[in-house]
């Protein structure tokens, strides 16, 4: 992996969230960590920095939600669609209840504040800047509630400051 600066990326935000998905980690070596699959997420510039930021959200009742609150740092990984299937194990298992990034295979890095993934073709090391509830009456459009949250269990949303970019190749310099 080499770093390279925000600037020169170039992809679809819209595609890299939503088609390709992405795996948000946190954690250390010393305390454990866990990872799941995300596809709802935004990427642009906040507070009138020219700063990049994430915003993801979790469920409250996600494992990675308890590693993400204790740590001040955050990773987003984008894999190979060759991924697609353990990505897909990621999303729907918790890592409470079995090693489930070792039955992947993917292989463990920690470095840069937080944990990502050898295998990763982009890596975004994120650094938490704002944390908040959604809140039900907060939706002016309630169809929302009835459609994502018929549970009531709102996702909690961060906002983290692209602190690092990672890049396996050149894929996403656009040469």
Not at 9 to 27: D, I, Q, R, T, V
Not at 49 to 73: A, G, M, S
Not at 88 to 115: C, Q
Request: hydrophobic share 35%; net charge positive; proline share 2%.
């Amino acid at each position: 992996m080499k770093e390279v600066s925000y600037k020169d990326l170039k992809f679809n935000p819209f595609n890299l969230l939503g088609k390709e998905w992405m795996l948000l980690s946190a954690g250390n070596e010393q305390d454990g960590c866990n990872t799941m699959t995300i596809s709802w997420g935004h990427l642009g510039c906040i507070w009138g920095h020219n700063d990049p930021t994430v915003v993801v959200y979790i469920r409250p009742n996600r494992y990675t939600k308890t590693f993400v609150d204790k740590e001040d740092y955050f990773t987003l990984c984008v894999m190979d669609a060759s991924f697609k299937k353990q990505m897909a194990y990621l999303g729907s298992v918790s890592g409470r209840d079995e090693d489930k990034i070792g039955k992947t295979g993917l292989t463990k890095v920690f470095a840069e504040n937080s944990i990502y993934f050898k295998e990763a073709k982009l890596v975004l090391v994120c650094k938490k800047q704002y944390v908040a509830k959604l809140k039900e009456d907060n939706f002016v459009n309630k169809e929302i509630i009835e459609q994502a949250y018929p549970n009531k269990d709102f996702h909690t949303m961060y906002v983290g400051k692209i602190e690092k970019v990672l890049v396996r190749d050149d894929e996403y310099l656009g040469k």
